[in-house]
């Protein structure tokens, strides 16, 4: 299994930690005290390592179709009146990802990179309805080939307190682009065209640069 770089420092601290923490425990004799720290550290160290892990996943998806930038579910499907950039109705698809999902995140178009802006904010949980506007988020704009500017958003939930992204104005990307990592909990908002087919809906649970959320109009 692979890992992702952006969790190279922790992983090290936590097995570090975690063996220091056995080591000692060792020296107690306690064998109950033993194993009960043994197998608790294991499970922290196994769930800390599977939230790094970086799958290796191609799509074949047509240059029309926006695909899931990442793991997680669907919580939100509405029409919104996009004010940072686009200022217009869009429609808004949002996807919540556990600290158990994937938190790699890829571009769901190619094109280019018309706009790029960090915001300090909150650390409001990521369901909460006003997430999207208030906690630490980036924005990001792709320029499709014809002409349709999709924005996204990267969201820090109440656990997240890093959000890195990639992108650079001026960038020309590939659809599936890794663009970005959320650190322990975050979601990602997905902002299309009010054209645009929606192929998902509230519940369901996408698979990152996988799963077709929406198909553009030619």
């Given at each position: 299994?692979?890992f ?5 420092t922790i ?23 033993m194993?009960?720290t ?5 499970v922290?160290?196994?769930l800390?390592m599977q ?18 930038p ?9 029409k919104?009146?996009e ?12 996807i919540?990802?556990s600290?158990?999902?994937v ?21 409001l ?5 006003k997430?999207?506007?208030e ?10 080939a014809?002409g ?7 969201i ?8 890195v992204?990639?992108?650079?104005v001026?960038d ?13 909990g975050s ?25 077709v ?6």
């Amino acid at each position: 299994m692979r890992f992702h770089r952006e969790g190279n420092t922790i992983m090290w601290v936590t097995t570090v930690l975690v063996l220091a923490l056995n080591a000692g425990i060792y020296f107690t004799g306690i064998s109950w005290l033993m194993l009960l720290t043994g197998l608790v550290s294991l499970v922290f160290w196994i769930l800390i390592m599977q939230f790094f892990r970086y799958p290796k996943r191609l799509n074949g998806a047509d240059s029309l179709d926006v695909v899931a930038p990442a793991d997680g579910k669907v919580v939100v499907i509405e029409k919104v009146f996009e004010t940072e950039y686009l200022n217009r109705e869009v429609r808004q698809i949002s996807i919540f990802m556990s600290p158990v999902n994937v938190h790699i995140n890829w571009a769901p178009i190619a094109g280019l990179v018309t706009y790029y802006k960090y915001h300090a904010g909150k650390y409001l949980v990521a369901w909460h309805p006003k997430s999207s506007t208030e906690n630490e988020r980036t924005t990001s704009v792709v320029k499709h080939a014809n002409g349709t500017e999709i924005l996204f958003r990267q969201i820090a939930g109440a656990l997240a307190k890093r959000i890195v992204n990639y992108l650079k104005v001026g960038d020309t990307i590939e659809k599936g682009h890794e663009f970005g990592f959320i650190k322990f909990g975050s979601r990602v908002d997905i902002f299309v065209p009010l054209d645009a087919e929606i192929l998902v809906k509230i519940g369901d649970k996408p698979v990152g640069n996988q799963t077709v959320i929406a198909r553009l109009k030619a």
